[in-house]
């Protein structure tokens, strides 16, 4: 099974850009969705953006859509979530999976999570 590492996390301010990574180990993402998901304390799991592999197809949350890109690259394996005009609210850890189906983004049809990375934005 795949192995999924997000990194790229940090602590910037209101209307800062990060762009966060998710490196796949042990078999590429071919023929598969990645999806990025956020959790802040006490508040559900939520969905981001995902993105296609094959083909690249994307979609995003309406909190994200005009400041978030989800993009991938297939020679790394990896998947890219640039975070522009980044909101206090923004704040949470990320994390990336993968899933089967197209598309979606409840968490429940996701698997191979990786272990997270802390985005905080100050205000």
């Known amino acids: 099974q795949v192995q999924l590492v997000e990194s790229g996390g940090g602590l910037v301010q209101a209307g800062d850009s990060l762009r966060l990574s998710c490196a796949a180990s042990g078999r590429t993402f071919s023929n598969k969705a990645v999806g990025w998901f956020r959790q802040a304390p006490g508040k559900e799991r939520e969905f981001v953006a995902s993105?296609?592999?094959?083909?690249?197809?994307?979609y995003y949350a309406d909190s994200v859509k005009g400041r978030f890109t989800i993009s991938r690259d297939n020679a790394k394996n990896t998947v890219y979530l640039q975070m522009n005009s980044l909101k206090p609210e923004d704040t949470a850890v990320y994390y990336c999976?993968?899933?089967?189906?197209?598309?979606?983004?409840?968490?429940?049809?996701?698997?191979?999570w990786g272990q997270g990375t802390q985005v905080t934005v100050s205000s």
């Open positions: 993105i296609r592999w094959s083909g690249g197809s994307t």
């Open positions: 999976a993968l899933n089967d189906v197209w598309p979606t983004g409840d968490y429940r049809l996701f698997r191979s």
